[in-house]
């Protein structure tokens, strides 16, 4: 299970002792939001940050693009030393922007939002490397689930039976407990599970990870009864 910490929730002051202590925490890549305030309306995090990050952690880093110009998005997480960039399904040049980010040798991920109809991913099962599974609409932190949207990951793990899908927005430990169970191999943690919580980053992820071996053992246990 990826466990992926969101930059966009850290402590801005204090980058490069949020991602020492992540890192030392035991997470397992680092999710960064990049938001250019047209595909929705809202800033994040920027290339020169990001560019930074790559000389602070030897972890991965993913970054979920969130914009107009695809094209030269993926050329800056290509120099920044970004390994994945998640595009939307939702953008009209998805398909130019997964040949451009293979081209630049990155991993390339596709996001669906919450009300997309997740049928319009079938034509790029073969040509992606995970998919990134919104349970809030893109653009801040904070938000609540939309309604009912947990009950389309069994039909994305049905079209990608073999390719990562990690589950972003309002991510708490019953979500990641839960949505395991389901199908999901990694979840983007924000303020719901780990940024402001009162406790350290390596108690909550350790306890995050023991809410998934709980899982599987009684998965285990009732396949035994």
């Known amino acids: 299970m990826n466990l992926s910490p969101s930059l966009m929730c850290a402590d801005p002051g204090h980058f490069a002792e949020e991602i020492a202590f992540l890192e030392a925490a ?8 990049i938001m250019d305030g047209e595909f ?18 030897s972890l991965p880093l993913e970054a979920h693009l969130m914009v107009r110009n695809l094209s030269v998005h993926i050329g800056f997480a290509a120099s920044s030393g970004v390994r994945l960039v998640y595009l939307h399904a939702e953008h009209p040049d998805v398909l130019c922007g ?8 990155l991993q390339a991920g596709l996001a669906v939002n919450p009300e ?6 079938r034509p790029f099962a073969d040509m992606v490397d995970a998919i990134l599974m919104m349970r809030v609409r893109p653009g801040f932190a904070g938000q609540s689930a939309v309604s009912n949207v947990d009950a389309r990951l069994p039909l994305l793990r049905s079209l990608f039976p073999n ?40 108690e ?9 071996n709980s899982t599987n053992e009684n998965r285990l246990d009732a396949r035994d009864q």
């Not at 997964?98 to 040798?105: D, E, T």
């Not at 909550?204 to 998934?212: A, E, P, S, V």
């Open 163 to 202: 390719t990562p899908i990690t589950v972003d927005g309002a991510v708490t430990p019953d979500t990641v407990a839960c949505m395991n169970r389901m199908g999901a191999s990694g979840f983007v943690l924000g303020t719901s599970a780990l940024f402001g919580k009162g406790k350290s980053y390596r």
């Open 40 to 57: 929705v309306s809202n800033f994040a995090l920027s290339w020169a940050e990001v560019a930074k990050f790559s000389t602070m952690t």
């Open 26 to 33: 035991g997470a397992d890549s680092f999710h960064i939001d």
């Open 204 to 212: 909550i992820l350790r306890n995050l990870r023991c809410f998934k």
């Open 98 to 105: 997964l040949k451009r980010a293979r081209m630049l040798g």
């Open 116 to 121: 997309t109809d997740v049928d319009i991913l």
